[in-house]
């Protein structure tokens, strides 16, 4: 949100610089570190159990970073650093003070959770009015689900269109490509957001399931996929289900010169062409075209490959919001319909224990009872010295 959302970063804000750390190699954070200044800088650590290793031992780095300039760490956790999560105790042992904890409600999910506190970093980066009205937008699509006939039910309708290509024809992609640069993280939002709630082979039942639930989703900005992975799409021996994503109206507003605003238009109306073009012959193949029997195999295309073209009026807070809300009652549709729990996410656990048991046998000397691979690898690190494996 904070990235496609750059246009309506208010006056007071423009100064202020909102960064994301979540990777446990602590790549993130060492390209960071090095830009920022102690005095000016502020962590957020969200977590929901506030146990997650990946954001602790991000959190702790950065302590140890603020502690070089300033060495007193009270000073430094009642002035550089706030707690988001649901487990006020958990914050307060990591040191966190209590005037600078923001909690949120135990049955909110990770994945389903922008719209609390976790939102917070939104909030600061656009505003709390423009936040307020991505949760309008929400809101509104949430009346929609609710209150809609099926029929005319958006958030139903990409649900059934979903469990139709999966499960019925099924194909095992699907991909989803926005036709705005503005959205270029969204397809990695959506692949933890579908795969993490609907990745089950178990109904809520117990049962191990006879039928393909969710399929792999990926995707990549429409017009840089297009030089990317559209061949596959088009010519590839799988089918592959397609979301497009545009929204009609850009460069409308007083941000840009009348020349750079005219010349900015037409460009996006080259991506919405492509946006059509593409979602056509994914459905008609060669006959989009009017080609003729003559035309060689490896030009031809075959078509009928499954698309939904969704159209925003403007990418703004309020159709953002939508947008995302959108995703989230199309996956419990889904859900429902597969019978599984899209709110747990029990197939990361056991990595995560064995996580802990690959950490005792790299720091220490010790044989552990592993497979022969496991035990190759382990000895080719600890003999590396530094000169690489």
Same mark, same amino acid.
């Given at each position: 949100?904070?990235?496609?959302?750059? &246009?309506?970063?208010?006056?007071?804000?423009?100064?202020?610089?909102?960064?994301?750390?979540?990777? =446990?190699?602590?790549?993130?954070?060492?390209?960071?570190?090095?830009?920022?200044? /102690?005095? $000016?800088?502020?962590? =957020?650590?969200? %977590?929901?159990?506030?146990?997650?290793?990946?954001?602790?031992?991000?959190? !702790?780095?950065?302590?140890?970073?603020?502690?070089?300039?300033?060495?007193?760490?009270?000073?430094?956790?009642?002035?550089?650093?706030?707690?988001?999560?649901?487990? /006020?105790?958990?914050?307060?042992?990591?040191?966190?003070?209590?005037?600078?904890? =923001?909690?949120?409600?135990?049955?909110?999910? +990770?994945?389903?959770?922008?719209?609390?506190?976790?939102?917070? *970093?939104?909030?600061?980066?656009?505003?709390?009015?423009?936040?307020?009205?991505?949760?309008?937008?929400?809101?509104?699509?949430?009346?929609?689900?609710?209150?809609?006939?099926?029929?005319?039910?958006? /958030?139903?309708?990409?649900?059934?269109?979903?469990?139709?290509?999966?499960?019925?024809?099924?194909?095992?992609? !699907?991909?989803?490509? *926005?036709?705005?640069?503005?959205?270029?993280?969204?397809?990695?939002?959506?692949?933890?957001? &579908?795969?993490?709630?609907?990745?089950?082979?178990?109904?809520? &039942?117990?049962?191990?399931?006879?039928? !393909?639930?969710?399929?792999?989703?990926?995707?990549?900005?429409?017009?840089?996929?297009?030089?990317?992975?559209?061949?596959?799409?088009?010519?590839?021996?799988?089918?592959?289900?397609?979301?497009?994503?545009?929204?009609?109206?850009?460069?409308?507003?007083?941000?840009? %010169?009348?020349?750079?605003?005219?010349?900015?238009?037409?460009? !996006?109306?080259?991506?919405?062409?492509?946006?059509?073009?593409?979602?056509?012959?994914?459905?008609? +193949?060669?006959? %989009?075209?009017?080609?003729?029997?003559?035309? /060689?195999?490896?030009?031809?295309?075959?078509?009928?490959?499954?698309?939904?073209?969704?159209?925003?009026?403007?990418?703004?807070?309020? $159709?953002?919001?939508?947008?995302?809300?959108?995703?989230?009652?199309?996956?419990?549709?889904?859900?429902?319909?597969?019978? =599984?729990?899209?709110?747990?996410?029990?197939?990361?656990?056991?990595?995560?224990?064995?996580?802990?048991?690959?950490?005792?046998?790299?720091?220490?000397?010790?044989?552990?009872?592993?497979?022969?691979?496991?035990?190759?690898?382990?000895?080719?690190?600890?003999?590396?010295?530094?000169?690489?494996?």
């Amino acid at each position: 949100a904070c990235q496609a959302l750059t &246009e309506f970063v208010p006056p007071e804000a423009s100064q202020l610089h909102i960064h994301f750390v979540s990777s =446990i190699d602590g790549t993130q954070l060492s390209d960071l570190l090095g830009t920022l200044k /102690p005095e $000016t800088t502020l962590f =957020i650590v969200s %977590s929901k159990s506030f146990t997650t290793i990946d954001t602790l031992s991000n959190a !702790h780095t950065a302590m140890q970073w603020m502690l070089k300039s300033k060495n007193d760490k009270q000073l430094v956790l009642a002035h550089h650093f706030i707690g988001v999560s649901t487990q /006020p105790q958990k914050m307060t042992a990591w040191g966190i003070p209590d005037n600078n904890q =923001i909690l949120f409600w135990e049955w909110v999910g +990770g994945r389903f959770s922008l719209w609390s506190a976790i939102g917070l *970093p939104i909030a600061l980066k656009v505003g709390m009015a423009n936040f307020e009205s991505m949760l309008a937008g929400a809101h509104f699509m949430d009346n929609e689900f609710s209150q809609k006939p099926l029929a005319q039910n958006l /958030p139903v309708l990409l649900g059934l269109v979903g469990v139709w290509n999966a499960t019925f024809l099924d194909i095992r992609a !699907h991909s989803v490509l *926005p036709y705005d640069g503005r959205l270029k993280v969204f397809p990695s939002y959506l692949s933890q957001l &579908e795969m993490e709630s609907n990745g089950k082979s178990v109904d809520k &039942e117990g049962h191990l399931l006879d039928y !393909h639930t969710c399929p792999v989703l990926w995707g990549e900005v429409g017009p840089n996929a297009q030089h990317a992975f559209y061949q596959l799409l088009h010519q590839g021996t799988q089918a592959v289900s397609c979301d497009f994503i545009a929204p009609i109206q850009r460069y409308t507003g007083s941000l840009y %010169s009348d020349e750079a605003k005219k010349s900015l238009q037409i460009q !996006h109306q080259l991506a919405l062409a492509n946006c059509l073009a593409q979602s056509r012959v994914l459905m008609l +193949g060669d006959a %989009s075209a009017n080609s003729d029997d003559s035309t /060689p195999n490896f030009k031809r295309y075959r078509g009928n490959q499954p698309s939904s073209t969704l159209l925003l009026e403007e990418l703004s807070p309020f $159709t953002l919001g939508a947008l995302v809300a959108l995703y989230e009652h199309k996956v419990f549709v889904m859900s429902v319909i597969w019978d =599984i729990n899209p709110f747990d996410q029990w197939g990361v656990e056991l990595g995560k224990k064995i996580a802990d048991k690959m950490m005792m046998a790299l720091v220490s000397d010790e044989k552990v009872a592993l497979d022969a691979s496991t035990q190759g690898l382990l000895h080719l690190i600890r003999h590396a010295e530094g000169e690489g494996i």
